[in-house]
């Protein structure tokens, strides 16, 4: 069920990154344009995941490790070059034939075999219910770094992994994006259609620098507190408890696999 909602139009919102991660839990990328799969996701994110030999997950929230791998991609996406924080040296794979490779250097890195796993229909979201692209403002960017005195609007952006963040609107206007629970509310960027599901629930990962691993001591507490003290009033409330939530998790319906989304399309909100 989609939400009829009110709003007053401070400016006019617009598509101003696009973030894919292609390697789940790795570094991101910034592209000028994406396609939607015809499973409802960005095409690229997280396609990949490093799994463990049970098929667990290999992530910032079990092994800190992780923040320690920078991973650069060419131009299409083909190849990814990881390097060891604080290390000058780096080794290239091509993600289609070189996989084994790969794996080899991420399992001598954590000490235990690790796979690459691959989903090219639909990817491997955190929230499995809610599994388009996650939304946030570039003003909600800068008003959580603030929070946390020596934190840049980029550093927030890395711990928070967002793939779309929209400009030319104020902190928290992504809050608009979703209803009560069960209720969605329809948006579009450009010519695509998302339905806005619930603000994202946050984990551990952005508690931690996104570079060393390194933990904000009281960074849960703090920003809880401050989450609700500046909550919009158009914000269903009902949907933060806790409120260490931010961006917004999508869906993208089935008819629009195949469109692309593109950085300056505008963003409308849909009246039903």
């Given at each position: 069920?989609?939400?009829?909602?009110?709003?007053?139009?401070?400016?006019?919102?617009?598509?101003?990154?696009?973030?894919?991660?292609?390697?789940?839990?790795?570094?991101?990328?910034?592209?000028?344009?994406?396609?939607?799969?015809?499973?409802?996701?960005?095409?690229?994110?997280?396609a990949f995941?490093?799994?463990?030999?049970?098929?667990?997950?290999?992530?910032?929230?079990?092994?800190?490790?992780?923040?320690?791998?920078?991973?650069?991609?060419?131009?299409?996406?083909?190849?990814?070059?990881?390097?060891?924080?604080?290390?000058?040296?780096?080794?290239?794979?091509?993600?289609?034939?070189?996989?084994?490779?790969?794996?080899?250097?991420?399992?001598?890195?954590?000490?235990?075999?690790?796979?690459?796993?691959?989903?090219?229909?639909?990817?491997?979201?955190?929230?499995?219910?809610?599994?388009?692209?996650?939304?946030?403002?570039?003003?909600?960017?800068?008003?959580?770094?603030a929070w946390?005195?020596?934190?840049?609007?980029e550093e927030?952006?890395?711990?928070?992994?967002?793939?779309?963040?929209?400009?030319?609107?104020?902190?928290?206007?992504?809050?608009?994006?979703?209803?009560?629970?069960?209720?969605?509310?329809?948006?579009?960027?450009?010519?695509?259609?998302?339905?806005?599901?619930?603000?994202?629930?946050?984990?551990?990962?952005?508690?931690?620098?996104?570079?060393?691993?390194?933990?904000?001591?009281?960074?849960?507490?703090?920003?809880?507190?401050?989450?609700?003290?500046?909550?919009?009033?158009?914000?269903?409330?009902?949907?933060?408890?806790?409120?260490?939530?931010?961006?917004?998790?999508?869906?993208?319906?089935?008819?629009?696999?195949?469109?692309?989304?593109?950085?300056?399309?505008?963003?409308?909100?849909?009246?039903?």
């Open positions: 069920m989609l939400h009829k909602i009110r709003f007053t139009r401070f400016a006019m919102p617009f598509l101003d990154r696009i973030t894919v991660y292609p390697i789940k839990s790795l570094d991101g990328v910034a592209v000028s344009e994406v396609r939607i799969l015809q499973g409802g996701s960005l095409a690229h994110d997280r995941a490093i799994v463990d030999e049970r098929g667990d997950f290999v992530n910032g929230k079990r092994d800190k490790r992780v923040h320690l791998i920078r991973a650069s991609f060419d131009a299409g996406i083909r190849t990814v070059t990881l390097r060891v924080q604080g290390s000058d040296r780096s080794q290239s794979f091509r993600l289609e034939d070189e996989v084994q490779a790969l794996e080899d250097w991420l399992s001598d890195f954590f000490g235990f075999r690790v796979r690459m796993s691959q989903n090219a229909v639909n990817g491997f979201p955190d929230d499995t219910e809610a599994w388009g692209p996650t939304v946030v403002s570039r003003g909600t960017l800068e008003e959580v770094a946390f005195g020596g934190l840049s609007a927030a952006q890395a711990r928070f992994r967002p793939n779309l963040i929209l400009g030319g609107v104020p902190a928290f206007w992504e809050d608009r994006l979703f209803g009560t629970p069960g209720v969605s509310v329809g948006f579009e960027v450009g010519a695509v259609r998302f339905e806005g599901v619930n603000p994202c629930q946050r984990c551990v990962v952005p508690t931690r620098d996104p570079r060393t691993g390194e933990v904000i001591r009281g960074f849960q507490r703090r920003f809880s507190e401050k989450r609700k003290e500046t909550l919009p009033e158009w914000a269903a409330v009902s949907r933060f408890d806790p409120f260490y939530r931010l961006s917004v998790n999508t869906r993208i319906p089935p008819s629009e696999a195949g469109k692309v989304v593109k950085v300056g399309d505008e963003v409308k909100i849909i009246h039903i």
